[in-house]
């Protein structure tokens, strides 16, 4: 009764407050329930902490891959440890999410920076990419080597957690044991759900053992073996006569290498766009878990593709068969070996490295002191023996002294010149075209004019003799000439006046002509 009043007191019924209870309860199980749903829906969203770590040496296609992937046409290397980052897009969830690429220069200078790209915090989610170029597939084994040993010191130096550790190295084997074909028989239009075939550590009991070779080094990270440049193996086959079992035997040794880490194998061509889409797809597939339902490509040599869990021994040797010249266990190289570098012959001339100028001039000088005259290009004047010229009868012909620093004569009188006056005398005259009066001779160390060339006449017959010219030098005087060569000298120009002056009229010189001349 008392109950009753205070509910009508207050205004309310009993019922009432039942229904408002239940409403309160509603309202908050509706809250739970969306709470729910996003927390769901956040836990499918593509996770924006995974990268792919990029290595290989130089010129091996790491920057033109990646920018492919990207969908950049014009791809720029830098230098040391480049980042850039790959969109990816779940189409069935309409989600879109970065994916890291660190990208280290094959510079061994720049391998402290991987530290950066690799550690403890991002070890669990990092996918490497180990390139290689067909165009030296010689270089394979020492590149793979190379790189799988810095990769296994890092992670070795990392403090990572053990249990973490562990996990990855299972999630790995368990990738192998629990392999199966891609189921294409799903309608691709529908909302495929993720194809999550990593197991826990409790199903590992369930597993297969891991097939021969396979795993043998586990570092606990997905890596992706990836060559590039296949368009490359026509060059191959014209100009180092490779064949298909070169090829065979490069494939199956590549493949081997594989199995002991646990590693994809793809063959790929920017150039030709040959498994870059499909890499791509595979990536999102290993990284986020979306569907990647194409199966392994083994039939193109140039398009391989190889899924990690797919290969074993077995299918390795198949590729046997084609093997005639080679055996699986030969050395790498003693097959396929670097080719002989030819030395091409250079066609260029030898350089000439021209005389600094202060000794240039030193020697000049000391070659004028000496009495010789300094080395000169090639004349047509130079080049002219010096003899005793015969081709006209009007012209008068003395003893040649071209090129000469030196007087005709020992002496250096006032009447006489020195070679430098006779080289004035001689461009003077062709300036003034004088012309020797008939009968007249020319005086000692002048220059007549006949023909257009410079002749040193003597003044008496007697007197006159033919200079020998040796290196530019006139050797003149009783130490230069023999005493046979005087006289057959003096004989010719004594011949020479006696014809000129039958030819000519007798007249003398007026000292002004003298002067002139």
């Keep these: 009764m008392d109950g009753l009043m205070q509910s009508q007191v207050h205004g309310l019924s009993p019922s009432t407050t039942a229904i408002r209870k239940k409403d309160a309860e509603a309202k908050e199980n509706l809250w739970s329930s969306i709470l729910s749903e996003v927390q769901t829906q956040s836990n499918t969203k593509l996770p924006s902490n995974k990268s792919v770590l990029v290595l290989g ?24 440890l480049e980042y850039a980052y790959i969109d990816v897009r779940d189409e069935y969830r309409d989600d879109l999410t970065r994916l890291g690429v660190w990208i280290l220069d094959g510079d061994p200078g720049h391998n402290n920076l991987l530290k950066y790209a690799l550690n ?15 165009t030296a597939p010689w270089s394979w084994v020492d590149q793979l080597q190379h790189w799988m040993k810095i990769l296994e010191d890092h992670i070795a130096g990392l403090k990572i957690e053990l249990d973490e550790k562990r996990q990855c190295q299972q999630r790995l084997a368990n990738e192998w044991q629990n392999y199966c074909e891609t189921i294409d028989d799903l309608d691709p239009g529908s909302p495929m759900k993720r194809t999550n075939r990593l197991t826990t550590v409790d199903e590992e009991l369930d597993a297969l053992p891991l097939p021969e070779g396979v795993l043998t080094t586990n570092l ?7 060559v590039t440049k296949t368009d490359y193996m026509s060059t191959l086959e014209k100009e180092l006569d490779y064949r298909d079992e070169h090829f065979d035997f490069m494939q199956q040794w590549i493949r081997r290498f594989c199995l002991m880490y646990g590693a994809s194998l793809f063959y790929t061509s920017v150039k030709e766009d040959k498994n870059c889409d499909l890499l791509y797809k595979y990536l999102t597939h290993r990284i986020y878990g979306l569907p990647f339902r194409t199966p392994a490509l083994v039939v193109e040599k140039d398009a391989v593709l190889i899924p990690a869990g797919w290969d074993n021994m077995k299918k390795i040797s198949i590729l046997y068969e ?9 050395y790498y190289n003693a097959i396929i070996a670097q080719p002989t570098t030819r030395k091409t ?6 350089e000439i490295e021209t005389e600094e100028e202060q000794l240039f001039l030193t020697r000049q000088l000391q070659l004028l002191q000496q009495g010789q005259s300094p080395a000169r290009g090639e004349s047509p004047l130079r080049s002219q023996p010096s003899t005793i010229m015969k081709n006209s009868p009007r012209t008068p012909v003395a003893t040649v002294a071209q090129g000469s620093p030196k007087k005709v004569d020992g002496k250096l009188t006032p009447g006489t010149q020195s070679g430098e006056g006779v080289l004035a005398n001689f461009f003077n005259s062709l300036l003034h075209k ?15 004019t006949g023909l257009g060339s410079p002749v040193g006449l ?6 006159s003799s033919t200079v020998p010219v040796t290196n530019g030098v006139s050797m003149i005087g009783p130490d230069g000439v023999s005493p046979s060569d005087k006289i057959t000298m003096r004989t010719e120009a004594v011949l020479e006046l006696d014809r000129l002056a039958r030819s000519v009229k007798r007249e003398e010189f007026s000292p002004a002509q003298q002067s002139d001349c």
């Design 57 to 80: 040496d130089n010129a091996s296609g790491k920057t033109t891959l990646i920018a492919k992937l990207q969908g950049v046409e014009d791809p720029k290397k830098g230098s040391g």
């Design 120 to 134: 403890e915090l991002n070890y669990a989610h990092t996918l490497v990419i180990l390139t290689l170029s067909m």
């Design 220 to 226: 606990g990270l997905d890596v992706v073996v990836v």
């Design 322 to 330: 084609n093997m005639q010249s080679c055996k699986p266990e030969d």
């Design 345 to 350: 012959v250079s066609n260029r001339e030898v």
């Design 434 to 448: 004088k012309s020797i009066t008939p009968g007249s001779a020319a005086p000692a160390g002048g220059v007549a």
């Design 458 to 463: 003597s003044s008496t017959p007697m007197r």
